[in-house]
């Protein structure tokens, strides 16, 4: 059921200006996605709120935008060239290659499945006399579960932090999980891929460098703390933000946008004084959350996860998870990585990174808190957040579906549209004006073909919020018909007034007034 709610989004972005294949008419580069004319309006809200959230409203965070080219030493600092790995297995029937880790997360989330689909039975069974933490704690086929689930994710979380590849194999083997292309459990050995595409810089006959395409925009911070700290007079605890691409060859790459092969980031490194990094990591969860939530998509939709495995440099690490309609995943990361990024640039440059507190007299390398969050995936948590089914009844009382994106209004890429009654009679000229008065503020859109009802379904497709429509009236007293995408109200009123109704629904200052 939400599977197919997911086959008509993806349709649905296509249709609707949002989201293309990449190179469509070659048959497409898998997992590379262009954005089409409504798409990049989102996709730009969307930054503009992130940025604006982290850069304008904190004194202490400023921006940078650094090259996606970066000096191919920096990877090997990284630790990108020697550890940034997924473990791989290909079932040898039918030559398709899966990730392991994410085979036996499947393998989590179907028994997770199985409880959840227990107490929505017992939930219409007993209505409102229900006691969940009641029925978890002693319904057999929950008990015995649970007890499978806890028992796989141990051995997986100890497969993990131990590396052991031979172990992940046992488990799929033990599983019992089968290729869902061949059916078969004829499986390879695991073993590790390096994610980073590589190129090469210079002609070969210069002896050409072999450098990367960054895996995320957060060395282009490290590199550049001494110069913004600097020429910034920056004291901690500060932070440094950005937003950019980053590229990886990942194998599994599928439900549409959530995992690309090109995506962009948006990531804030936040430097402080070493032993103050978990406060800050509990400040920035916080923060960060109520960014989430300020949205309006429900907070029960929103999820923390702690990480099992805690990668060799950090000390804490969470990612914030929302409800998508293939279940409960990742869209933000934020982790405490201690000084270990600064540490090895320090050690692989021969350059002194550190911060002279004068509070302390004395230099130390500082420590980070990390927020990292990809604006494709936060694109696809928007659109799935607001694709509806409608029933509805028309002017005739016929039953009717309408699809409408209820977009929260102030990432809605077209924030009206203007639509005269008629093609005549001076209407289309009255629109025009309107649209020439209110463009410098808000994107508008003009309409003028095909019956009222058929446009505002259009506008209704896109996630327009306003429709303004001109018709006889408006020429005698300059009055017009505002239309609400969510409620499908409408209401009379002076066109001196579109102004402000539409400015206070879409300005980012109500929703910035919700964060905390
Ligand atoms: N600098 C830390 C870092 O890159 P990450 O968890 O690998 O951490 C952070 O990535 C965020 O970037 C993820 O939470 C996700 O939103 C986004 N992201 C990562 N890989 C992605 C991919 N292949 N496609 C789309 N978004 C991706």
Not at 93 to 108: F, G, H, M, T
Not at 158 to 170: G, I, V
Not at 244 to 267: L, P, S, W
Request: aromatic share 12%; net charge negative; proline share 3%.
């Amino acid at each position: 059921m939400a599977e197919d709610v997911f086959k008509k989004l993806v349709a649905h972005c296509k249709e609707y200006g949002y989201v293309f294949q990449s190179s469509e008419i070659y048959d497409g580069l898998g997992a590379v996605y262009d954005y089409g004319q409504n798409g990049v309006g989102l996709k730009n809200n969307i930054k503009k709120y992130w940025w604006d959230s982290m850069v304008m409203h904190h004194e202490n965070v400023v921006g940078i935008d650094s090259a996606i080219f970066m000096h191919p030493t920096t990877w090997k600092a990284s630790g990108h060239v020697d550890a940034f790995n997924d473990p791989l297995i290909d079932n040898k029937d039918s030559k398709k290659r899966y990730r392991a880790d994410v085979l036996i997360e499947e393998q989590l989330a179907k028994i997770e499945a199985k409880i959840d689909k227990e107490i929505e039975k017992a939930k219409k069974r007993f209505g409102d006399s229900f006691d969940e933490e009641q029925f978890k704690t002693t319904n057999p086929r929950v008990l015995n579960n649970q007890e499978k689930w806890d028992a796989l994710h141990k051995r997986f979380s100890d497969a993990l932090n131990d590396n052991n590849l031979e172990e992940l194999k046992q488990i799929i083997v033990d599983e019992e999980i089968a290729c869902p292309i061949s059916g078969t459990k004829n499986w390879t050995d695991v073993r590790q891929f390096n994610l980073m595409f590589a190129t090469e810089m210079g002609s070969t006959a210069d002896g050409a460098q072999k450098i990367y395409l960054r895996p995320e925009t957060a060395q282009g911070i490290f590199v550049n703390y001494l110069n913004v700290q600097k020429t910034g007079r920056m004291k901690l605890p500060f932070g440094i933000a950005q937003i950019g691409k980053a590229f990886r060859n990942e194998i599994v790459a599928r439900q549409f946008i959530f995992r690309m092969r090109e995506f962009e980031q948006m990531e804030m490194q936040f430097f402080v004084k070493p032993g103050t990094e978990l406060d800050w990591f509990e400040k920035w969860k916080t923060t960060r959350m109520s960014w989430h939530q300020a949205l309006g998509f429900g907070e029960e939709n929103y999820r923390f996860h702690k990480h099992e495995k805690l990668a060799h440099y950090a000390n804490a690490a969470v990612d914030v998870e929302y409800k998508f309609p293939f279940g409960f995943k990742e869209v933000e990361g934020i982790h405490s990585r201690t000084d270990f990024d600064l540490s090895q640039h320090q050690e692989y440059s021969g350059k002194k990174i550190q911060y002279y507190d004068p509070e302390e007299g004395k230099s130390y390398v500082p420590y980070v808190v990390e927020t990292s969050i990809g604006v494709d995936r936060m694109f696809l948590q928007v659109m799935a957040a607001s694709y509806r089914e409608e029933e509805i009844e028309d002017a005739n009382g016929k039953k009717d579906t309408r699809v409408v994106l209820t977009l929260p209004p102030v990432l809605a890429p077209v924030k009206l549209a203007v639509l005269p009654l008629v093609k005549k009679d001076g209407l289309p000229e009255k629109a025009r004006e309107i649209i020439d008065d209110l463009k410098f503020d808000f994107n508008c859109q003009y309409d003028e073909k095909d019956s009222i009802g058929k446009r505002y379904r259009r506008m209704d497709a896109i996630g327009t919020p306003f429709c303004v429509t001109i018709d006889h009236q408006t020429m005698e007293d300059n009055t017009v018909t505002i239309r609400y995408r969510d409620t499908m109200e409408q209401d009379r009123v002076e066109i001196s007034k579109l102004h402000g109704i539409i400015a206070e629904a879409v300005s980012m200052k109500g929703i910035f007034a919700k964060l905390k």
